[in-house]
C-alpha cells in the first residue's frame, strides 16, 4: 500500500488558489492559467489541508472557539445596550453553538419533578439502619417518634365522620342498608 505524500504548492498553486478563494470558477481560472480543470483542481488541492480526523477536529474546535468568542461580544453588547436584534444575534449564535456540541431538546430533557424531588436514601445508609434497629432498638422505637398511642376504645365527641345512631353496613347485613341514604 502506498503511503499519501503531501505535495508542497508552487507559487503558481497560491496564485490559483488565492483567486478560487476571490470568487473565479474553475473554468475561468483554467482559461487565465491555460491549463485544464483538472490540473486547477489538483492545484487547489494542494494548497488546501490534508481531509483526515485530525484536521476535522482542528477544524471543528477552531469553529466552536470562533463561535464562543462572537457569542460572548454579543451577549455582551445585548446586555449593555438592551437591544432585542443584539439578543437575537446572541440567541442565533447560542443555537448554532448549541447545534455543534450536540445539545438539542431532544436529547437533553430535565423532568421539572425529578430535579426537585429529594434523593432517597442509599443503599448502605439502608443497609446501616437496618443494622442499627436491631442493635440499639431503643433508638428506633416507634421510628423515632415517641411512644405508641393507645387506640380509642370509644368514638370521641368531636368525631364528624359519623354519629352513633348510623350503622356500619356490612356484607351480610344488606336488609339494614336498603333504608339508608
Not at 131 to 151: C, D, K, S, V
Request: charged share 30%; net charge negative; with cysteine.
Amino acid at each position: 500500500m502506498q503511503d499519501i505524500v503531501e505535495q508542497i504548492p508552487s507559487e503558481r498553486d497560491e496564485r490559483i488558489y488565492a483567486q478560487w478563494e476571490s470568487g473565479k470558477t474553475l473554468r475561468v481560472l483554467a482559461r487565465q492559467f491555460e491549463t485544464s480543470m483538472v490540473e486547477i483542481e489538483r492545484a487547489i488541492d494542494r494548497c488546501l489541508p490534508v481531509f483526515n480526523s485530525a484536521t476535522q477536529m482542528r477544524a471543528y474546535k477552531r469553529e466552536i472557539q470562533k463561535l464562543e468568542d462572537l457569542g460572548s461580544k454579543w451577549h455582551a453588547k445585548a446586555m449593555r445596550d438592551e437591544s432585542p436584534d443584539d439578543a437575537h444575534v446572541y440567541a442565533r449564535l447560542n443555537e448554532r453553538y448549541c447545534a455543534m456540541q450536540g445539545w438539542s431538546s431532544v436529547n437533553v430533557r430535565l423532568d421539572p419533578y425529578q430535579a426537585q424531588i429529594k434523593q432517597g436514601p442509599t443503599q448502605h445508609e439502608k443497609i446501616r439502619d437496618a443494622i442499627m434497629r436491631i442493635a440499639r432498638p431503643e433508638r428506633y422505637a416507634n421510628n423515632g417518634n415517641g411512644p405508641l398511642l393507645t387506640p380509642p376504645l370509644a368514638p370521641s365527641p368531636d368525631d364528624q365522620n359519623r354519629s352513633n345512631s348510623e350503622p356500619f353496613s356490612t356484607r351480610d347485613g344488606l336488609e339494614r342498608d336498603t333504608d339508608a341514604t
